[in-house]
């Protein structure tokens, strides 16, 4: 089976869908939009899912659920029949293990303050205090450790939110522009990490290459006559009429005579 998420392109091993039944992205990436973007949208079609259900990924022998509105309503964190359910993601699993681990992924706890209790490693096990959300976790965080996350690494990076870099703000600004602050460790550590691309137009950084490429192509235009007769080296453009004025009448004419 190398059947990769359409996400995060890694083997497809756990799954999570929805009423639309597309059944390509692994339930780490699903559980992270749900729950870190509340983006509850399947990435495929864009249907809202209010639950999803999650179960090993066997290809055409994944378990399907045949209708959704058999799935228990109204129900708590923890086993309800033969699933379990996850309440911040709204998900079942039919699997207590990966349940578990999905749980943990999305616990809210201060790394700060876990490690002060001599918590055992198992991010599982840690109990410490706990937070109701993300944006709560970042008040603490800055308020009584003048500590930040970064924000692309959270959305784009597949840890645990505990197991997220912790950054002043001028080692966020530098992991940001370069990638290699005092927290992002050594060359060895960073794997080749350069900070987080930005687009030039909007001066704004994207987690990595994918983000950027989707947000230059759906957000700014490129000529269509460079892209052919260049290809891998048209520009992109701000605005339209950034576009008109310095490319098109001149590719325009150039496309008469050629
Ligand atoms: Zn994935
Ligand atoms: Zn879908
Ligand atoms: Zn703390
Ligand atoms: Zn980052
Ligand atoms: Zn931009
Ligand atoms: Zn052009």
Not at 22 to 30: A, E, G
Not at 63 to 73: A, H, T
Not at 206 to 229: A, K, P, V
Request: charged share 25%.
């Amino acid at each position: 089976m190398d059947d990769c998420c359409a996400v995060c392109a890694e083997p497809l091993e756990w799954v999570s869908y929805g009423p639309c039944f597309h059944r390509d992205v692994c339930s780490t990436c699903v559980s992270r939009l749900r729950f870190i973007c509340d983006d509850r949208r399947c990435c495929i079609c864009k249907t809202p899912s209010d639950v999803v259900f999650v179960t090993k990924a066997l290809g055409d022998y994944t378990r399907m659920i045949s209708d959704f509105s058999s799935l228990p309503s109204d129900v708590r964190e923890g086993q309800v029949g033969s699933y379990w359910y996850h309440e911040d993601t709204n998900a079942f699993f039919d699997d207590v293990d990966h349940y578990k681990m999905i749980k943990a992924m999305c616990r809210l706890s201060c790394s700060v303050c876990d490690k002060l209790e001599d918590q055992p490693h198992d991010p599982s096990k840690r109990r410490g205090m706990m937070f109701r959300n993300i944006e709560q976790l970042k008040g603490h965080l800055f308020h009584r450790h003048r500590l930040l996350m970064c924000s692309l690494c959270l959305e784009g990076r597949k840890v645990f939110i505990c197991e997220q870099k912790l950054f002043t703000r001028s080692q966020l600004n530098q992991h940001i522009s370069t990638g290699d602050s005092e927290v992002d460790g050594s060359e060895s550590d960073r794997g080749g990490f350069m900070g987080h691309p930005m687009c030039e137009f909007c001066r704004t950084p994207f987690y990595g290459d994918n983000e950027l490429y989707t947000h230059m192509s759906t957000e700014h235009y490129t000529c269509h006559i460079c892209q052919r007769w260049h290809p891998g080296q048209f520009e992109y453009y701000k605005h339209y009429d950034d576009l008109e004025a310095s490319c098109l009448h001149f590719c325009f004419f150039y496309s008469l005579f050629n």
